[in-house]
Nanobody
Framework: QVQLVQSGGGLVQAGGSLRLSCAASGRTFSSYGMGWFRQAQGKERTFVAS????????YYGDSVKGRFTISRDNAKNTVYLQMSSLKPEDTAVYYC?????????????????WGQGTQVTVSS
């Protein structure tokens, strides 16, 4: 079992930057990849970014490409989401998640463990 604890987030003006962190503990060696998703109020949870823990390949949702960067620090078992050029439409609760088995990293149902969520609010 993998436990995920998130930190970061908050309120920022449009055009600003924030960094989210996700610290993993437990059976982290069994994870295939890590991802970030977000859920705006009244909407479904959607894919933001993911990174494979072997090889480090990264994937991004179309709306965040070129603005967000996912990275990992294996020694700290931590994954980061650096968010830049933030827009009001980026406002949402952000969740990190761990994917245990190979498969599409874009799909919510392929993730087995979830962080507690953190609010990101971008003001115009």
């Amino acid at each position: 079992q993998v436990q995920l604890v998130q930190s970061g987030g908050g309120l920022v003006q449009a055009g600003g930057s924030l960094r989210l962190s996700c610290a993993a503990s437990g059976r982290t060696f069994s994870s295939y990849g890590m991802g970030w998703f977000r859920q705006a109020q009244g909407k479904e949870r959607t894919f933001v970014a993911s990174i494979l823990l072997r090889g480090g390949s990264t994937y991004y949702g179309d709306s965040v490409k070129g603005r967000f960067t996912i990275s990992r620090d294996n020694a700290k078992n931590t994954v980061y989401l650096q968010m830049s050029s933030l827009k009001p439409e980026d406002t949402a609760v952000y969740y990190c998640a761990a994917q245990r088995y190979s498969g599409s990293t874009y799909v919510v149902r392929n993730y087995d463990a979830w962080g507690q969520g953190t609010q990101v609010t971008v003001s115009s």
